[in-house]
């Protein structure tokens, strides 16, 4: 029903930028929210951003609050994520998720890997 596919993973510096796309397939996309994750060799699946179906509310963890910045078109049916000032521990596969009650979709990654 619906499918995500991530886009726009790769290697930077330490300081630099990328933006990750998740581009979706449906015609529902504007009913969910949506999400990244990520998950480093050896470590937790960790929560990276969300934001409400609308777009009218993001959340991040305090890790990467005031760096990273999710966003979504629901025209285009894509959600976006801008990671500035890359840290050598944001290296990682990274993850979309769509979500509702009952019903859940992952894309299956992109990796991101900052060298300092």
């Known amino acids: 029903q619906v499918q995500l596919v991530e886009s726009g993973g790769g290697l930077v510096q330490a300081g630099g930028s990328l933006r990750l796309s998740c581009a979706a397939s449906?015609?529902?996309?504007?009913?969910?929210?949506m999400g990244w994750f990520r998950q480093a060799p050896g470590k937790d699946h960790e929560f990276v951003a969300t934001?409400?179906?609308?777009?009218?509310?993001?959340y991040y963890p305090d890790s990467v609050k005031g760096r990273f910045t999710i966003s979504r078109d629901n025209v285009k049916n894509t959600m976006y994520l801008q990671m500035n000032t890359l840290k050598a521990e944001d290296t990682a596969v990274y993850y979309c998720?769509?979500?509702?009650?009952?019903?859940?979709?992952w894309g299956q990654g992109t990796q991101v890997t900052v060298s300092s």
């Open positions: 934001i409400t179906a609308s777009g009218g509310h993001t």
């Open positions: 449906g015609r529902t996309f504007s009913t969910y929210a």
């Open positions: 998720k769509a979500f509702r009650t009952e019903d859940i979709y």
